[in-house]
């Protein structure tokens, strides 16, 4: 059974860090892009960054780009998300998705949620002003 499950989740003031990790199991991870999505009340969700964990390819929204870092530990099948230099526009749940990369070929867009054939059931992040 796939499982993405999400943590690091919290209350942070402006300009603080957050670092959430996805503890991916259930395939092969080195086989998957991870990518990292947002969603804030009333918002459709968000795409932030994703990372190819074969090859280590990234991308970031720019939004977040020079604030946010994904990485990925392929020994424990983690993904990260260090969120520095947090706004409260940051505020959101943030969820982690895998998509097998078989699929991708072409103009195959990993910044949507449609992408993505697993999802993990999120993490709140909440940032005050």
């Known amino acids: 059974e796939v499982q993405l499950v999400e943590s690091g989740g919290g209350l942070v003031q402006a300009g603080g860090s957050l670092r959430l990790s996805c503890a991916a199991s259930?395939?092969?991870?080195?086989?998957?892009?991870i990518g990292w999505f947002r969603q804030a009340p009333g918002k459709e969700r968000e795409g932030v960054s994703w990372i190819d964990n074969d090859g280590g390819s990234t991308y970031y929204v720019d939004s977040v780009k020079g604030r946010f870092t994904i990485s990925s530990d392929n020994a424990k099948n983690t993904v990260y998300l260090q969120m520095n230099s947090l706004k409260p526009e940051d505020t959101a749940v943030y969820y982690c998705a895998g998509v097998f990369r078989g699929k991708i070929y072409g103009d195959y867009d990993l910044s949507v949620p449609a992408a993505y054939d697993y999802w993990g059931q999120g993490t709140q992040v909440t940032v005050s002003s």
């Open positions: 259930g395939f092969t991870f080195d086989h998957y892009v």
